[in-house]
Each structure stands twice: as C-alpha cells, then as structure tokens.
C-alpha cells in the first residue's frame, strides 16, 4: 500500500512517498502534486526514510540505505545512477555526466532526467550545476539546493562525516 509522511527539515516540510517497503518519491512544499497526493493516500509512517534524512539534515548521515523504488525510464534510472556516485559535498555538471553516459552530447537529456529525479535529497540531484559553475533548476528551489550544497559542504569541513 502506498502512503505518505511528512517530514519537517531546514528546507521546508517533505512529503515521503513509499509503498511500505520502498521510498518512491519526496515531494518539496512546493511540488504541485503534493496536496493531491496527500489526498489521495492515507498518511502513515515510513521510519527508515525519515530517520535516516533526519540524519543527514543533523550531520550525520552522507551515505543513505533505505530502500529506492523511483519509477522513470531507462535512461533516467541511469543518470539517477549516477547521480547517487556523486560524492558527498561535491558537484559535477551535467555534461560530465553525458560523457560518463558515453554521450558528451547528451547534457540536456542528462539535465531533464535530473529534472525528473523523484527522490531529492537521496539521489542528490543537487550536486549537479551548469558548466559555468552557477547554480541551475532545482525542484526545491535554488535556495534550498544552495542550502544543500553549503550544508553538506559544512559537515564535510567540520568533520560531521559519520556514517
């Protein structure tokens, strides 16, 4: 069955989506299917996902395990891939993600499968930014992708890299 919770953290309230033994997606306060959705799924409790981004959003989690069950399309379900080698508290672009694909040509199909990455956060889509090192689209916002990057950046500098 699938159900919600919601989850408050420094970004905003997120919405987490699983079918009870999978995380399918985590909507941002301003996804315009959040409130559907909360709608039309009963709440309940997914207490891996949720405690392990309460982790991360202390400092103390970079690695997650809980278990991914995105729904996309061949290509996306790689570039999410790759998406989840990213290292903790770096960045890439999405042209070097093409190239990773085998296609340097394909950075902005690699951009609208990071576009359509439902699982924010733990599939750090946020570590990509354009070629000229600015900061591009985000589902959240580009304020809370640069929150993101800083706070990862600020654990990794203090030393807050527990697993």
Known sequence: M???????SPI???TLIGDGVALTEILFANSPRRDALRQSLPQGELP???EQLEAYFAGSLQHFTVPLAPKGTPFQSRVWALLREIPFAETTTYGA?????????ASRAVGLANGSNPLPII????????????????????PAKSWLLDWERHCKFFGADRE
């Not at 699938?2 to 408050?8: K, M, N, R, S, V």
């Not at 993600?97 to 040509?105: D, K, S, V, Y």
């Not at 599939?123 to 580009?142: D, E, K, S, Y």
């Open 2 to 8: 699938t159900l919600w919770q919601p989850l408050e």
């Open 12 to 14: 905003g309230e997120l």
């Open 48 to 50: 891996q996902a949720a």
């Open 97 to 105: 993600l093409a190239a990773q694909l085998g296609n340097p040509n």
């Open 123 to 142: 599939v750090p889509c946020h570590r990509v930014i354009g070629a000229n090192g600015q900061l591009t689209g985000f589902a959240g916002g580009l």
